[in-house]
């Protein structure tokens, strides 16, 4: 039996709860997709829904601790050195498409240090969940990331800028690269759980641009405590500030860089 540290214990009650409204949402999401009425707004409810249990739970249980939270934003505490980097449901829209892919995502940070992660994948109770030191888990199981070591055997998870974001021209170019390189590309839908399954050895790689910090605050920890590297485009640890990120197995970070830098230009 694993033993967990008690703010890991908190994290992942905290996602168990607020993903179990989330699932009887999505099954009411389901329903609003046969009637072909619109969703968004039932969906940004249950994101906010989702929020506030969150937010209630942990702060319950470390009432000091600041947040940075997808909807609510900044909220500042008493403890200066922990924040708590929260996304409700990463991987909104196949939420709203019914799509049964997406992820509770709780990062806790000190002193500008991510040191536990949590992601909960509700529809089939998945909990991802890695403490700085501690190992990275997927339920029971401890994760590793994969151990192929050539480009041209690896599954490489990416997010597809979308209209109205930048960086499309960029993307083209590192598709391109990545399509004449490696065995596959696959756009999940949420960069939460693309950084747990390259932790748990599904994918060799995974990047993408123009992040928020709750998208990622989370499975940093988890690809890092599984053995795997993660960094922005240029190498360094910039990911939360600069929404960029390139995550790796150990034998393969590097020639993601290199391929990424390469198609960039
Ligand atoms: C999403 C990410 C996804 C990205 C989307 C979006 P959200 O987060 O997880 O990988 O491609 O554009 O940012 O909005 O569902 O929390």
Known sequence: MIVRSPILNVMMAAARKAGRGMVRDFGEVEKLQVSKKGTSDFVS?????AEKTLRQELS????????????????????????????????????????????????????????????????????????????????????????????????????????????????????VAAMEQTAGI??????????????AGRCEGYWESGLKPWDIAAGIVLVKEAGGYVSDFTGRASMLESGDVVAGNDKLHVKLLAMLREARG
């Open 45 to 49: 409810s249950a994101d906010i829904k």
């Open 186 to 199: 696959r756009r999940f839908g949420s960069a939460a759980l693309d950084l747990a399954y390259v932790a």
């Open 60 to 175: 319950k249980a470390r009432p000091g601790f600041a947040f940075l939270l997808e909807e609510g934003g900044v909220v500042t505490g008493d403890d200066k050195s922990h924040r708590w980097i929260v996304d409700p449901i990463d991987g909104t829209t196949n939420f709203i498409h019914g799509i049964p892919h997406f992820a509770v995502s709780i990062g806790l940070e000190r002193d500008g240090e991510m040191i536990a992660g949590v992601v909960y994948e509700p529809i089939s109770d998945s909990m991802f969940h890695a403490e700085k030191g501690a190992g990275a888990f997927l339920n029971e199981w401890r994760l590793r990331v994969s151990a192929r070591r050539d480009l041209s055997e690896a599954v490489l998870a990416t997010g597809i800028p979308h209209r109205g974001r930048p960086g499309q021209q960029h993307f083209v170019k590192e598709l």
